[in-house]
């Protein structure tokens, strides 16, 4: 079944970067977008960044847009978020997840278990 | 960016029937973007409750369906039962002139009396 799961969770001071990654299995890794959704302590679900099966189409909220970059590796079933002048606001849990085929996706989101990002001095 | 907006809490006793509303826009859910619904047990990941509208995944009870209409679409939950308790959530994408989004709904917690 598809599994998958985070890592690169960290305590890191404001202005500072992270990299999380991603790892896949159980699909063809390549066949979907694939997605970061967050979740700031006590609060909802926040979509952050998308990408497409072959790189071509990058997908940004606002509050991200310009500080964080989204890339993929499908031969290592790896997508990655590099997270730069980060924020406290930033703060969360973040969730790996997966889709379909296509961005407006009609088979819902699949998670991974989350890794948790702390923005703090 | 546009918001999908959901009720902070619903409450029912056991075995009733309640229902959870995400509002949007012409811009998302008016627009004719499919809505998935979540469900997330505390301190778990969420996971897909409805699909594509009114569609559940294998393994989700029938007690869970989902209906949409316009710039809504709702949850329903019949049968209440204790283990139901949890945040749920609408999603679904928003396409403005300048971007392609994913939203969420702002989330309802479910208490079962």
């Known amino acids: 079944q598809v599994q998958l799961v985070e890592s690169g969770g960290d305590l890191v001071k404001p202005g500072g970067s992270l990299r999380l990654s991603c790892t896949a299995s159980?699909?063809?890794?390549?066949?979907?977008?694939m997605s970061w959704i967050r979740q700031a302590p006590g609060k909802g679900l926040e979509w952050v960044s998308s990408i497409s099966p072959y790189d071509n189409a990058l997908y940004y909220a606002d509050s991200v847009k310009g500080r964080f970059s989204i890339s993929r590796d499908n031969a290592k079933n790896s997508f990655f978020l590099q997270m730069n002048s980060l924020r406290a606001d930033d703060t969360a849990v973040y969730y790996c997840?997966?889709?379909?085929?296509?961005?407006?996706?009609?088979?819902?989101?699949?998670w991974g278990q989350g890794t948790l990002v702390t923005v703090s001095s | 960016q546009s918001v999908l907006t959901q009720p902070p809490s619903v409450s029912g006793a056991p075995g009733q029937r309640v229902t959870i509303s995400c509002t949007g826009s012409?811009?998302?859910?008016?627009?004719?973007?499919?809505v998935n619904w979540y469900q997330q047990l505390p301190g778990t990941a969420p996971k897909l409750l409805i699909f594509g509208d009114n569609n559940r995944p294998s393994g989700v009870p029938d007690r869970f369906s989902g209906s949409k209409s316009g710039t809504s679409a709702s949850l329903a939950i019949t049968g209440l039962q204790a283990d139901d308790e949890a945040d749920y959530y609408c999603q679904s994408f928003d396409n403005s002139l300048t971007d392609s989004v994913v939203l969420f709904g702002t989330g309802t917690t479910v208490i079962v009396l």
């Open positions: 159980g699909f063809i890794f390549s066949d979907n977008y």
């Open positions: 012409s811009s998302n859910i008016g627009a004719g973007y499919d």
């Open positions: 997840a997966t889709s379909s085929n296509a961005f407006y996706d009609t088979s819902g989101f699949t």
